[in-house]
């Protein structure tokens, strides 16, 4: 069953409908590693659902972001990409390059443990950008 259907399945059930537009940035972001712009993101899904306006892809992003479907990230120019919010991972991002490094979520699961347990806060988002120096840049600073 293709993970689409089961987002489907999961708006239904909160009360939501699934209309094409939801279904092709899905589809989009699923079936892709990579981070898109919402420019990228309308020049796609206006080749899949034709008369689709700007606006609209803008507020199914906000949607989907606020149902925890879709998740933003930061860029190091400070524009917001958008990708898949099922797989929990962070991102590191070299500031001089910007080589992006994937960080799974395990790897930093005590500093959120720590964090919870220190200030009370039940942290209900999983998500960090981390910005400094790959070694390769590192090595050509020094």
């Known amino acids: 069953m293709p993970c689409t259907h089961h987002l489907s399945e999961e708006l239904r059930s909160r ?3 699934m209309t094409p537009q ?3 940035i899905l589809r989009l972001l699923h ?3 990579r981070h ?3 420019v990228e993101i309308y020049a796609h899904v206006r080749q899949v659902v034709p008369g689709v306006t700007e ?3 803008y507020r199914t992003l906000e949607f989907l ?3 925890d479907i879709v998740m933003p990230s930061l860029q190091p120019d400070g524009h917001l990409v958008y990708e898949d919010a099922s797989h929990a991972h962070h991102h590191m991002i070299c500031r001089a390059c910007g080589q992006e490094l994937e960080v799974e979520h395990e790897m930093v699961q005590g500093l959120y443990n720590q964090l919870e347990a220190k200030t009370g806060f039940k942290i209900n988002t999983s998500h960090l950008t981390f910005f400094g120096l790959c070694s390769n840049c590192q ?3 020094s």
């Open 65 to 67: 972001a606020e149902n």
């Open 15 to 17: 009360g939501f409908r």
């Open 22 to 24: 939801r279904m092709a």
């Open 55 to 57: 606006a609209t892809v």
């Open 31 to 33: 079936d892709s590693p």
């Open 139 to 141: 090595k050509s600073q």
């Open 36 to 38: 898109f712009s919402p």
